[in-house]
């Protein structure tokens, strides 16, 4: 079982800065691949970006790519998402999770384990 902890949303201006933070439970967090989805109200859950169980791979929705970045330190447990230049069409509530598959994937269905959210709010 893998908890997750999100932490770093908040509200800020079109064009700004915002990093988040996913933390995770249990010694198993470096076999995992993670992965971080959004919704917004009345939308569905959609990709944003996802990295593989060592950090060596990367993959991004056409959205985000070029302003948002995921890294993760397995050492801490942590899964991070740097996004920039944000916009008003970013905002929404920010999941992480969790894959045990290790490899980059981008569907909901291969994630086991999911995080809470928090809440990204951008004013134009």
């Known amino acids: 079982q893998v908890q997750l902890v999100e932490s770093g949303g908040g509200l800020v201006q079109a064009g700004g800065s915002l990093r988040l933070s996913c933390a995770a439970s249990g010694r198993t967090f470096s076999s995992y691949a993670m992965g971080w989805f959004r919704q917004a109200p009345g939308k569905e859950r959609e990709f944003v970006a996802a990295i593989s169980w060592s950090g060596g791979r990367t993959y991004y929705a056409d959205s985000v790519k070029g302003r948002f970045t995921i890294s993760r330190d397995n050492a801490k447990n942590t899964v991070y998402l740097q996004m920039n230049s944000l916009k008003p069409e970013d905002t929404a509530v920010y999941c992480c999770?969790?894959?045990?598959?290790?490899?980059?994937?981008?569907?909901?269905?291969?994630?086991?384990?999911w995080g809470q959210g928090t809440q990204v709010t951008v004013s134009s």
């Open positions: 999770a969790a894959s045990l598959r290790g490899i980059v994937v981008v569907t909901t269905q291969a994630y086991h384990f």
